[in-house]
């Protein structure tokens, strides 16, 4: 969440940034915080006149009554009374002008970082990396989830059977594969210095707010509504709210963790072609690494969880490129994101498998994630989250770029964690 006294003080900053973004009706809503802002303050400024009148008087009551003067005491008195009642109705329309400000907060997207291109779609993203060579297939080559089926390693119809489409059943070499993902996701990680952590899968309004879910993603997202809790969409969420409500000092930065869980996205409205097999779940595992960075370091973070995810995608052998998310296409906490994509041959297209972003402050802001610098001043802090990996769709680009007419062979990165070289 933006804060109000940047708004006030970056006005023209902030309506190009959402301008990049094309957010609608910006003006207008900008226009509306900065008016609400000027009415809460003025209120909060009457208010505080109203309570220094109301102590100044008790005062003087208590002088009156300890000098004999009953009578001027009790008509100060009644003043107080009347005092009191306008602070309580000042302090109530304050309330209400601090609510309709913090709605209309929750509707600005972040700012993007002046890197972010212009462009409405995810076609206007521009490619910044490329890596490896596209393989030729042989002819009987096959979409993964038809080697799926081949191979028995994983069961689309059973899912539906248990609970629908989205919901796939991992079987066999299938389970071990997506076991020995998970292991070695989180190896390289902690080997990184990642702090491993094991989060609930479920949250509170308060963490989905924080991080920025809701009331943005509320439509995505699994709720129980009886004990009012949500089902995770990512790691990200309860890992960042670690840190809600927390005063770091300058010295504790980085933080950095990681964590594996299974993940739940209603995903509504998906469906078609581009959504078979693994390319779209409603459940489905993935690691994350989350980074609490010091302002002037988020950056550098940043480029270094790019170059570390580049790491695990050449050692499990697979053709990827590298995305700057443009304006249109970007996450609404995010200031600058990378997607990573890999390249599926039997597809031919690719698939999206990470997304490495840096919110700077706002998620902080959300959060009142804070630190102290050397001087005992009070700063927000910068978050960042990134995939390493989601696995549905390395597990697709591994089954269908790694087939042969024996079967699909397992790179060499992960034979220590499957055990075994072939899915045949």
């Not at 950095?256 to 595992?285: I, K, M, W």
Request: hydrophobic share 35%; with cysteine.
């Amino acid at each position: 969440m933006l804060q109000v006294a940047f708004i006030r003080e970056n006005t023209a900053r902030v309506l190009k940034g959402l301008a990049v973004r094309n957010f609608k009706n910006a003006e207008e809503i900008i226009t509306k915080v900065l008016e609400a802002d000027t009415s809460r303050r003025a209120l909060q400024t009457a208010v505080d006149q109203l309570l220094a009148e109301s102590n100044s008087l008790s005062k003087e009551i208590g002088n009156l009554f300890k000098n004999g003067e009953t009578q001027k005491a009790n008509l100060l008195k009644e003043k107080t009374v009347q005092l009191k009642e306008t602070t309580k109705q000042k302090q109530e329309e304050m309330q209400v002008v601090a609510t309709e400000l913090q709605n209309l907060l929750y509707l600005i997207p972040n700012i993007p970082h002046p890197s972010v291109p212009t462009g409405n779609t995810d076609e206007d993203n521009e490619v910044v990396f490329e890596h490896g060579t596209i393989p030729t297939l042989h002819d009987a080559a096959m979409p993964h989830w038809e080697l799926a089926k081949k191979y028995d390693i994983i069961d689309f119809e059973m899912g539906v059977k248990i609970a629908g489409a989205g919901f796939p059943v991992y079987k066999g070499k299938g389970a071990k594969l997506q076991r020995a993902l998970i292991a070695y996701f989180l190896d390289k990680n902690t080997e990184a210095g990642y702090l491993e952590v094991q989060p609930p899968y479920l949250v509170n309004e308060a963490s989905g707010r924080g991080t920025g879910q809701l009331p943005d993603k509320e439509g995505q997202m699994y709720h129980d509504a009886k004990d009012d809790l949500y089902l995770i969409p990512t790691a990200e969420v309860p890992v960042t709210n670690m840190y809600r409500d927390v005063m770091l000092n300058e010295k504790d930065f980085p933080i950095t963790n990681t964590a594996y869980t299974p993940c739940f996205r209603r995903e509504a409205g998906s469906y078609g072609a581009h959504v078979r097999g693994l390319n779209r779940l409603h459940q489905f595992d993935k690691v994350e690494i989350v980074r609490l960075e010091h302002p002037d370091n988020s950056y550098k973070a940043l480029d270094g969880m790019v170059e570390h995810i580049k790491g695990i995608l050449e050692e499990l052998e697979l053709p990827y490129r590298i995305l700057r998310l443009c304006g249109g296409d970007l996450g609404f906490t995010s200031a600058l994101t990378y997607d990573f994509e890999v390249y599926s041959t039997a597809q031919e297209r690719w698939l999206e498998i990470s997304s490495v972003s840096n919110f700077e402050t706002f998620q902080a802001n959300r959060l009142k994630l804070r630190f102290k610098d050397s001087d005992g001043k009070r700063h927000l802090a910068h978050t960042l989250n990134g995939s390493s990996l989601a696995l549905p769709r390395v597990l697709a680009g591994l089954l269908e770029n790694c087939q042969t007419p024996e079967g699909i062979k397992i790179p060499k990165a992960l034979v220590p964690y499957t055990r075994f070289e072939m899915i045949d």
